[in-house]
């Protein structure tokens, strides 16, 4: 019954599985290791973003009146925590190749009038992000820790 239904209706409306597609393969393929390589870029300077991370806890506690830094429980937790940083900042790093993996996988089938709006809506979208984020570190993580 569902092949009949199929060869009944026009090509653009059947339906295919996710990933029958082979670009979508050779895209995913490419971007993979866009991941490692980002992470391994920014493992030799999670250091120094996670001393950015805890400068307003620093400045919170000398607030409050209490000196001194941020304390590790355990022997492991300074390498977990860098490694941690170092890959949340690859994946931020890489995020622009993978996307520009997916936008190979998606332009093709877009018409002209479809792909205008997609460049002010990237730049509207990272903009936002970036806004976003420094309003957080600069307004409510400074609030959140004084309180």
Known sequence: MANVVASVLPLHERTMPFLAHLELRRWIIFSIPGIPVGFLLCWSFADRRFGLMQQPIIQALRHHGIGGGLAYLNL???????????LVLGLFAASPFVFYQFWLFIAPE?????????????ISTVGLFLAGGLFGYKVVYPASLTS
């Open 110 to 122: 877009l018409y002209r009038t479809e792909k205008r709006y997609v460049i002010p809506f990237l």
């Open 76 to 86: 492991t937790e300074p390498f977990n925590l860098y490694l941690m940083v170092a």
